[in-house]
């Protein structure tokens, strides 16, 4: 769902995408976790922004973009656009730039 909007917004002019995460991490990650605690920090959530989850969206959806993560709490809404808002994320665009807050 994601991939189809940023279709859309994603232009030469904005290619740089910042988000908040990229995947929801599973619940079979969430669950084992609670009975072993070592695991969050041996395994890297879905949630990371990091390169293996960068090249799997990559991959599914054919786009050539880096999606970098921000701090969601540093960000100022004021001067920037409300793209897209919907049950799963919210879009901003900022001086060329993309920020997906996820929900």
Avoid at 21 to 41: A, G, H, M, R, V
Avoid at 50 to 73: A, K, W
Wanted: hydrophobic share 35%.
């Amino acid at each position: 769902m994601l991939a189809m909007t940023l279709k859309d917004l994603v232009t030469t002019g904005t290619k740089e995408v910042y988000a908040t995460t990229l995947f929801k991490d599973s619940s079979i990650f969430n669950n084992t976790k609670k009975n072993y605690p070592i695991l969050q920090e041996m395994v890297p959530p879905n949630s990371a922004i990091f390169f293996p989850n960068q090249i799997l969206f990559r991959t599914y959806t054919g786009m050539e973009i880096m999606i970098q993560q921000f701090d969601v709490s540093k960000f100022d809404k004021d001067p920037s656009e409300l793209k897209l808002t919907d049950y799963y994320y919210d879009i901003y665009e900022k001086d060329k730039k993309l920020y997906i807050i996820m929900k």
